[in-house]
Each structure stands twice: as C-alpha cells, then as structure tokens.
C-alpha cells in the first residue's frame, strides 16, 4: 500500500493559518475514508479530522470552527483548512487513509 505524502506545514503566530495537504495515488485515495492525526511532544497521536469518501466530514471538539477538512477528487488530495491556529495546535500532522499506512507527516509550529 502507498504511503500518502503530507505537505503544507510551517512556522506561523497564533491566530495566523495554514492550509495542509496530503496527497495519494488514486488507486490509494479511493479505498476508503481520510484522517487527519496529529502529535505533539510528549503526547499521544491524536484524532483531528475525517472525510468519507463521499464527502461526509467530521472533527475533533478541539479544532470545530477553526479547521476544515476537504476533498479534491480530480487531484486525489485531501486539505485540513486552518484557521486561528493556537499554539496548542503544534505537532506534526499525519495523514491516513482508510486502514492504510501513515503518511511522513508535516509539522506545524504556532509561535505565541
């Protein structure tokens, strides 16, 4: 199965955004739903945001309002929108699509 490959992560103050992407063949992007995890230091990898291959979207209680994960078929590539990052949202943000492997990850860092 083909790793997913994040990009879009950076340096940005808090209350700035950032939109991340996460990219895959299309034989890889189709087989099921996409997640948007994150970890950060010295904490467990943690559920941020889903879409279901037909477009169905939830997220995390703790990003609601702020991020805004969508879909561009004709790409294979899945967005995470944020926006009035905090600097709790730092971590390195992974992709993972149904039960397939993680992507490398991209980090994110919202200075204070």
């Known amino acids: 199965q083909v790793q997913p490959v994040e990009s879009g992560g950076g340096l940005v103050q808090a209350g700035g955004s950032l939109r991340l992407s996460c990219a895959a063949s299309?034989?890889?992007?189709?087989?099921?739903?996409i997640g948007w995890y994150r970890q950060a230091p010295g904490k467990q990898r943690e559920w941020v945001a889903g879409?279901?291959?037909?477009?169905?979207?939830n997220l995390a209680d703790s990003v609601k309002g702020r991020f805004t994960i969508s879909r561009d078929n004709a790409k294979n590539t899945v967005y995470l929108q944020m926006n009035s990052l905090k600097p709790e949202d730092t971590a390195v943000y992974y992709c993972?699509?149904?039960?397939?492997?993680w992507g490398q990850g991209t980090q994110v860092t919202v200075s204070s």
């Open positions: 993972k699509i149904g039960m397939g492997s």
């Open positions: 299309g034989s890889t992007f189709n087989i099921g739903g």
């Open positions: 879409i279901s291959r037909g477009g169905s979207t």
